[in-house]
């Protein structure tokens, strides 16, 4: 918001909460990002989300979004992979960690909404910031899979992570990758079972 109000540039809360969802814990990088978004607009402009998205690309978000839904979908190869090149690629461990979280509290939000008898569509387009669009027919697959009690499960073990990542010294990328692969063998078991 300080950056965009220095340039007098106009921004939707649905771009912000979009922003803050994908802007990484490195400091400069995001630094980086938003001052592309205010050369995007230019002095005095305006930005809603289809500016964000566009003008930021969806490389990075592409990326963090394989690895949260490949934990998701008990997908352990694609989240190995993609683990392995967001590490090389400086990726903070913690801000890994509430990105998951995030994710998992969505799942629970649309779950609550369907259940208390909101059609799945409105229920997911409800969402801020919305599901990037590259990935709704994941997150519809998802919402097979999860259910109160194991997103329950999984914030626990995100959480416990979180809290390891800063107390026991150990390394963070191995605590965090630990904990997306016990997410990912949570969705595996649950598939197996249908």
């Not at 979004?65 to 993609?82: F, P, Q, S």
Request: charged share 30%; proline share 2%.
């Amino acid at each position: 918001r300080d950056t965009m109000r220095k340039s007098q540039i106009r921004i939707s809360e649905e771009a912000i909460s979009y922003l803050t969802a994908r802007l990484g814990a490195d400091r400069a990088l995001s630094r980086g990002e938003l001052e592309k978004l205010v050369l995007y607009a230019g002095e005095g402009g305006e930005l809603d989300l289809e500016d964000i998205i566009e003008s930021t690309g969806d490389s990075s978000v592409y990326g963090l979004d394989t690895v949260i839904y490949a934990a998701a979908e008990g997908n352990a190869r694609e989240l190995d992979e993609t683990l392995s090149k967001m590490w090389a690629d400086g990726t903070n461990a913690v801000a890994l960690l509430r990105s998951m979280s995030n994710h998992i509290l969505r799942l629970q939000q649309v779950i609550a909404e369907k259940d208390a008898g909101k059609p799945l569509d409105a229920a997911i387009k409800s969402l801020r910031p919305p599901v990037f669009w590259k990935m709704e027919r994941r997150f519809k697959y998802q919402l097979n899979q999860w259910d109160k009690a194991l997103s329950a499960a999984a914030l626990e073990i995100l959480l416990q992570a979180e809290g390891d990542c800063k107390r026991t010294g150990m390394p963070d990328q191995i605590i965090c990758g630990r904990s997306l692969q016990q997410i990912a063998a949570i969705a595996r078991r649950r598939q197996q079972r249908r």
